[in-house]
């Protein structure tokens, strides 16, 4: 929609302070009276922002994982795990704007479902490669591993510690992950000659 590119571009330039519905529906090409028939105020105006950029974070990591269901998992699971860290990345200046200087970003019901959308497409995935992982499929796993990755990668869009190129960011998850997953390729039972030499 032409209003919230607007917005957005209108965050950009001028921060949540300096957005102004007269400027959002200039930039926009339309009158203010057309912006006030779908967005009451500015603050409407943000929210459905946040709750489209939300919709298309969500899809992107879907497609991501549909894409990959017939490749291994370690593979599928770099690679759902870059396109989320390259969206971030090319966002990164907006959601920081978003987050840090819209007053009742916390608040909006887009916000609270987010978790709960992320392990739900989490659990989804790891279903799919069930043969593979050893990894309880229950709720709560998935919601931990979905609060996890959420976490890191708004550290690493909001205040990094220090840059962190993609690809060693995915080196380091990866193996993390695959250890908590603990898929069945990865399990080797201990050798005799290992057994022999534990038991001396």
């Not at 497409?121 to 790891?126: E, I, K």
Request: charged residues 25%; contains cysteine.
């Amino acid at each position: 929609m032409a209003i919230l590119d607007a917005t957005g571009r209108v965050l950009l330039r001028r921060g949540y302070d300096g957005c102004t519905t007269n400027l959002v529906a200039e930039v926009a090409g339309v009158g203010i009276g057309s912006l006030y028939e779908y967005f009451p105020n500015k603050d409407a105006l943000v929210a459905a922002l946040i709750e489209r950029e939300i919709d298309a974070f969500v899809a992107t990591l879907e497609r991501e994982m549909v894409a990959t269901f017939d490749r291994p998992f370690s593979d599928a699971l770099r690679s759902a795990l870059g396109a989320a860290l390259d969206y971030l990345e090319a966002r990164r200046d907006l959601v920081r704007i978003l987050m840090a200087e819209y007053p009742h970003f916390g608040q909006l019901p887009a916000i609270g479902r987010l978790p709960r959308r992320v392990s739900e497409l989490a659990a989804s995935c790891l279903r799919s490669w069930g043969d593979e992982l050893s990894f309880e499929d229950h709720p709560a796993n998935a919601y931990v591993i979905a609060t996890m990755l959420g976490g890191v990668y708004l550290s690493q869009t909001l205040a990094p510690v220090a840059p962190v190129p993609r690809d060693a960011m995915l080196d380091a998850l990866v193996p993390i992950l695959l250890r908590v997953l603990q898929p069945r390729a990865t399990r080797r039972e201990p050798d005799a000659t290992a057994k022999s030499d534990a038991e001396r």
